[in-house]
């Protein structure tokens, strides 16, 4: 049945987070058949796609369209560093193929007005992997749909991530030199702590903002108006070196008169048991809900217990699964996926209006 028909999917650049391709890949109705990348990227990244091409057995292709024309593919994921997302998935949108990409949309508003307006030009798929399927966020959404809070009225998400980055901030002796952001990053691989990996800094905004965002966004249905933004690098010397915040707060405007806020930040390993402090707060009408956006999870504690081993940890969650899922139904009936390119790009708007925000001190519209 053309319903249940597998999708070959071409891993363009798997540099940053290869759990994007492997979470696809947790879906039987995908199938990852090549890893391609330009020629012309640097060794290091050739060195990562070739890793990952043989822990899945299949071939490392250096030259993107041929990989997409000759391997049959009907999905490109796509998750090279932040700069390169918009070019990679533009061409395969140009190729005619659905694409599943990495945040951020795009670093600069022209690249993320580029490439929404080929995805739609080419009329194929497009879903930025997110985590609005974990099973508390679910969980919230059928709540609020049943009308157990009455009308959603204002929307509060703290989302602070437990990794560290980095020297803490203060800790370098004076007259060392800053710290070179993609250097750092590329080094940060190792325990999963690049999210910001690129040539151009990124704060905690670009790098996580789509979380929380995409949470607000999921659960009210409605888009941000006007923001009003404050950061710092309050945390982290890379951060503070390359001009970039690690903590912020957001106060949105929201249409059909909701309010939201966010809180956000990069707090450091030893400062939470697990992955962080990420919780949603929604009062409505008739009601009030907090959900931790961890549960259900179990802690895990033993003598001799590695100093960086997650103490909870999360259990029941088959968000990768029906991220994959959801995907696959819009393939097959034409539909949206859950985060299409334009809530991507109202997503970035916001962003990019925060940012302004902090830097000029007021109110900003979002654009």
């Known amino acids: 049945m053309a319903s249940l028909r597998k999708f070959r999917c071409a891993v363009l650049s798997a540099v940053k987070h290869d759990y994007v391709a492997r979470g696809v890949a947790s879906h039987p109705r995908f199938e990852l058949v090549v890893v391609a990348d330009d020629p012309h990227v640097p060794d290091w990244a050739h060195e990562r796609n070739q890793q990952f091409a043989d822990a899945h057995h299949i071939p490392y292709v250096r030259d993107v369209e041929r990989a997409l024309r000759e391997f049959d593919v009907q999905v490109a994921i796509v998750s090279p560093e932040a700069e390169r997302h918009c070019d990679l998935s533009i061409r395969a949108a140009s190729e005619g193929k659905h694409i599943i990409q990495d945040k951020p949309l795009a670093t600069s508003r022209a690249d993320a007005l580029r490439l929404v307006a080929e995805v739609e030009r080419a009329g194929v798929r497009f879903l930025m992997w997110n985590r609005n399927f974990l099973p508390a966020v679910l969980h919230a959404r059928d709540q609020i749909a049943a009308g157990r809070i009455g009308q959603p009225q204002a929307i509060h998400a703290d989302f602070y991530?437990?990794?560290?980055?980095?020297?803490?901030?203060?800790?370098?002796?004076?007259?060392?030199?800053?710290?070179?952001?993609?250097?750092?990053?590329?080094?940060?691989?190792v325990d999963g702590a690049d999210g910001g990996l690129g040539r151009e800094p990124m704060g905690e905004l670009g790098v996580e903002g789509i979380y929380p965002l995409g949470y607000i966004r999921f659960l009210t249905g409605v888009g941000v108006r006007r923001v009003f933004a404050r950061s710092t690098a309050f945390f982290h010397q890379a951060h503070a070196d390359n001009g970039v915040e690690d903590l912020a707060s957001l106060t949105l405007e929201m249409d059909g008169g909701l309010t939201g806020s966010v809180a956000i930040g990069r707090i450091g390993l030893a400062s939470h048991p697990s992955g962080g402090e990420m919780k949603?707060?929604?009062?409505?009408?008739a009601g009030a809900l907090v959900v931790s956006e961890a549960r259900p999870e179990v802690g895990i504690y033993y003598r001799n217990q590695p100093a960086k081993e997650a103490r909870q940890r999360r259990v029941a969650s088959e968000n990768d699964f029906l991220l994959a899922d959801d995907f696959a139904q819009a393939i097959d009936t034409?539909?949206?996926?859950?985060?299409?390119?334009?809530?991507?790009?109202?997503?970035?708007?916001?962003?990019?209006?925060?940012?302004?925000?902090?830097?000029?001190?007021?109110?900003?519209?979002v654009k």
């Open 161 to 189: 991530f437990a990794k560290d980055a980095g020297p803490r901030r203060g800790e370098r002796q004076l007259g060392y030199p800053p710290i070179d952001w993609q250097a750092h990053q590329i080094a940060a691989h």
């Open 280 to 285: 949603l707060h929604v009062l409505g009408s």
């Open 334 to 365: 034409g539909r949206e996926p859950v985060m299409d390119a334009r809530a991507s790009l109202g997503i970035f708007a916001t962003v990019e209006a925060a940012l302004e925000s902090c830097r000029t001190g007021e109110v900003v519209e």
